[in-house]
């Protein structure tokens, strides 16, 4: 059985940080692209960042060069490590893995998501 369990949610004000963490179990961790996508009330889920089997990382612009997403195999945890927090960052964070994630595919399985609030 694929669990995927997020953790580091909360509350928090503009300009903070929060590290977000996935733990995976049922899955060879390794193989699997791992992604973090957010779903704010009344928009779509987004692809947040990812992180390929091999190491290769993307982000969407809006959070480049203050989120950093990273991997630990031995541990079978994925991170988002989200800095200078913005209110528009506000929303439900999910964990994703799957053989390949990008923009418009998504992996086989998710997290039951963490929320992230953020306070002007």
């Known amino acids: 059985q694929v669990q995927l369990v997020e953790s580091g949610g909360g509350l928090v004000q503009a300009g903070g940080s929060l590290r977000l963490s996935c733990a995976a179990s049922g899955i060879i961790f390794s193989l699997n692209a791992m992604g973090w996508y957010r779903q704010a009330p009344g928009k779509q889920r987004e692809l947040v960042a990812v992180?390929?089997?091999?190491?290769?990382?993307n982000y969407i612009d809006s959070v480049k060069g203050r989120f950093t997403i990273s991997r630990d195999n031995a541990k079978n945890t994925v991170y988002l490590q989200m800095n200078s927090l913005k209110p528009e960052d506000t929303a439900v964070y999910y964990c994703?893995?799957?053989?390949?994630?990008?923009?418009?595919?998504?992996?086989?399985?998710w997290g039951q998501g963490t929320q992230v609030t953020v306070s002007s």
């Open positions: 994703n893995a799957g053989r390949r994630i990008s923009v418009g595919i998504m992996g086989t399985y």
């Open positions: 992180i390929s089997s091999g190491g290769n990382i």
